[in-house]
């Protein structure tokens, strides 16, 4: 009997490939306990609304008032919401073409990539172009615009960290590139060292593969460290010396709980340096709405910014873009007013930022309370989360837990983390989901 082009045996390899830990065989166990009626807390995604953080006010209404543009037209609008997001409301609609249910550029509103730009400027000291930002469906979609131009072929590699977030190694497979990893050092807290980077490319030349891009998550996710400068600066002389695009992943630039090494952008290095680096080495950069203090994960706002791409790369990345005709609208408004947050002197700046030091303080406690609570407990140890949303603990398994893993099967970290779960109600994630050393 012929197969048909649905049927499991016939489906693109590279689509049964991929593995994707954080949404995996834990996340579907979760699942089935909470349709049983078991309470799950689930941790296994940086997902904050989910797990009670109230939305920020002012996006909110702003957005509210973009939906349900008729209500601009009420006399008593005014009552319930503030001037300056009737005012900012106003703003965005006059950005598009029909509203909210229009198709935007496929870049995204150029208004709104204006004012990313202006924030970027603000950040970095140096003045950015709205042609080179495309506004995305979360920084995800981004990430993965950019591999899928990257990738040719099983022969080309991307340097990736290890531990690493998942999006990368289940990309690169779906687009049948090669994961090339670099660990970083966890007695190092978590730290980056460029001999190991060197050794990863030699090994990964030695089988033939082509390294063509290096990813950079900083903050760390999962392991929560911010890169110095000096490191930066390391990193960008590397891939310069070795001919990389940098995919510098900053999603998490605004969630810092320490005070020795805030953020910094591979851009603000890169530019620093000046040239000839500065107007050579390639860079791409990625920003989202769905952390940081927002944590608006459902509406799915991102953007990525091109450093020194060649025009006619940025014309076929626009190309293919317009394949999905549009980023969804409403994330792309929340992206505008994140990047563009009320001022000192305007009527919701108060209430705005009462509201954000809340959450950055909340998060800055419990990122101590996590890993003092690790630290705390027999065979586990944890380095202090710098940044990011996740603490990254390592556990030591007595040898017969090993063993009886071994018994059913599975991984030793999976079957402690579906003990875990059973017993808790906890979903996590396993080391080993993240690619981490053997042992």
Sequence with gaps: MSHKGL??????????????????????????????????????????????QKPLTFPRQVVALCQAPFLLDDPN????????????AKHYLSLTTGGLGAYSDSRGLPGIRKEVAEFIERRDGYPSDPELIFLTDGASKGVMQILNTI????????????????????????????????Y???????????????????????????????????PGNPTGQCLSEANLKEILNFCNQENLVLLGDEVYQQNIYQDERPFISARKVLLDMGPPISKELQLVSFHTVSKGYWGEC????????????????VDEIYKVASISLSPNVPGQIFLGVMVNPPKPGDISYLQFMRESKGILESLRRRAQIM????????????????????????????????????????????????????????STVPGSGFGQKEG
């Excluded at 609008?77 to 005012?87: K, M, Q, S």
């Excluded at 059913?408 to 779960?421: E, P, R």
């Design 77 to 88: 609008v005014g009552l319930v919401f503030p001037a300056d997001a009737i005012a900012r």
């Design 7 to 52: 049927d499991y045996e016939t489906l693109n390899e590279n689509v049964k490939k991929v593995q994707y830990a954080v949404r995996g065989e834990l996340y579907l166990r979760a699942s089935e306990l909470q349709k049983e009626g078991k309470k799950i807390i689930f941790t296994n995604v940086g997902n904050p609304h989910a797990l009670g």
């Design 298 to 313: 459902g509406q799915r706002g991102g953007y990525f910014e091109m450093t020194n791409i060649p025009p006619q790369t």
């Design 184 to 218: 970083l050092e966890e007695t190092a807290n978590w730290g980056l060292d460029v001999n190991n980077l060197h050794s990863s490319v030699a090994e990964a030349r030695s089988k033939g593969i082509t390294v063509r891009a290096m990813v950079i998550i900083n």
């Design 371 to 426: 890993t003092d609570g690790f630290n705390s407990c027999r065979n586990v140890v944890c380095n202090f989360t710098e940044g990011a949303m996740y603490s990254f603990p390592q556990i030591r398994l007595p040898p017969k837990a090993i063993e009886a893993a071994k018994k059913l099967g599975k991984v030793a970290d999976v079957f402690y983390c579906l003990k875990l779960l059973e017993a808790t109600g906890i």
């Design 151 to 182: 990738i040719r072929g099983e022969k080309d590699g991307i340097l990736v960290p290890v531990p690493q977030y998942p999006l990368y190694s289940a990309a690169i497979s779906l687009f049948g590139g090669s994961l090339v990893p670099y």
